[in-house]
């Protein structure tokens, strides 16, 4: 009588190829649940959805032009809108606002900064720099440029305090311009960047280069740019420099060089004879996300701090908003994650005291 013929055990290789296999066909459901759920159209529509975050903007870029050294700048002269609101640049490269200065009041005020200074998706006359030259009666150019890092800023101030020669120079930023430092390329544009060197800063990346970030052309982001899983997956975990791979890091820490940026900024302002103001102010995230929102306020109060050690006057925003009620009214304070008209007038209330 022959025996039973023995059982044949399957190996490691087609159960590594079945366990992939199997993770292939959820992924695909669930894409497909997530796209139905979604919009029915997605069923049967692929786009790139990288390609599609990138080119969301491009109306945006006749308003910017390259620049050697800041890597970009306001385009003087152009017009158009700025998430959905109308925007005028000057000739001379400031955003335009209806001017409420009198001659007599006071020395010119040079506003920098980034996008909340440059006033994201508000009108001219709704900036903080527009309330601020209301407010004051004295001239305010507003020098803001979005997706600025303190380092840009402060070598704009360098580019334009010897020309214009203001009375004041208002810096403003936020925690995200601190982690910019640490970028040589943003959003598809390169950047300068600086490295510490000893006790001091070493200006890299200038001239900054022309030629456009290719990440967000290899063929991973290519191919898998089509997952509208993974794309829904990548914003919801706040991983969109990685998705989009138009981001370059320098390796540099950021909190570090952010604090020599201010005894830079110290220097100019004692070389020029001028007073500064440096304004550290919230982001819609400190109180959507108050957790991290903490941690990133204290590393706003710690630059502030050196910005005081290395003799400039400093303005800390964060609890004076809060007084306002801004966790109970966030969507009244903020528009499109940045400063609502309101904001930006309450901004404008704090800094007049305080030059």
């Known amino acids: 009588m022959s025996g039973a013929a023995p059982s044949r055990r399957p190996s490691v290789r087609s159960g590594l190829i079945l366990a992939i296999l199997t993770v292939v066909v959820c992924l695909l459901a669930a894409e497909m649940a997530l796209r139905l759920r979604t ?11 990288i390609q599609l975050d990138l080119r969301a903007n491009e109306s945006e870029r006749p308003q910017l032009r390259y620049d050697t050294v800041l890597g970009w700048d306001l385009q003087p002269g152009a017009s158009g809108l700025l998430a959905g609101r109308p925007i005028s640049i ?9 001017s409420g200065a009198k001659a007599g009041r006071g020395p010119t005020i040079l506003a920098l900064g980034d996008s909340y200074t ?75 960047y600086f490295v510490a060197t000893g006790e001091g800063l070493e200006l890299r990346n200038v001239p900054v280069p022309a030629m456009p970030v290719d990440g967000p052309d290899t063929l991973v982001r290519r191919v898998l740019g089509h997952s ?9 975990l706040g991983a969109h420099e ?39 102010f919230p982001r819609y995230e400190d109180w959507a996300w108050p957790g991290n929102g903490i941690v990133q306020h ?8 050196c910005a005081s050690r290395a003799g400039l006057k400093t303005l800390n925003t964060y609890a004076p908003f809060e007084q306002e009620g801004v966790a109970q ?26 030059l």
């Not at 509208?228 to 919801?236: A, D, Q």
């Not at 204290?298 to 701090?305: E, G, H, K, Q, W």
């Not at 994650?337 to 901004?347: K, M």
């Open 39 to 49: 919009s029915a159209s997605l069923l049967w529509h692929y786009p790139n959805f």
């Open 90 to 98: 000057s000739p001379e490269g400031m955003r335009n606002h209806a």
């Open 298 to 305: 204290r590393r706003v109060a710690a630059v502030l701090d």
């Open 118 to 192: 440059e006033g994201f998706a508000v009108a001219d006359d709704e900036t903080w720099p527009a309330h601020l030259e209301r407010h004051t009666g004295r001239r305010v150019l507003a020098g803001g440029v979005r997706d600025y890092g303190l380092d840009q800023m402060v070598l704009k101030a360098e580019k334009l305090v010897p020309t214009l020669k203001p009375g004041v120079v208002v810096l403003a930023f936020i925690a995200s311009d601190i982690d910019r430092t640490g970028r040589a390329a943003r959003n598809g544009r390169h950047k300068p």
């Open 329 to 354: 009214e966030l969507e009244t304070f903020f528009v499109d994650w940045h400063f609502s008209d309101r904001a930006n007038a309450l901004a404008a209330r704090l800094i007049a005291p305080a």
């Open 242 to 280: 990685l998705w989009h791979g138009n981001t370059v890091h320098t390796g540099e820490d950021s909190d570090l060089i952010s604090c020599r940026l201010m005894s830079r900024l110290a220097a100019l302002t004692q070389r020029e004879n001028v007073q500064a103001l440096v304004v550290g």
């Open 228 to 236: 509208y899983l993974l794309h829904l997956t990548m914003g919801r």
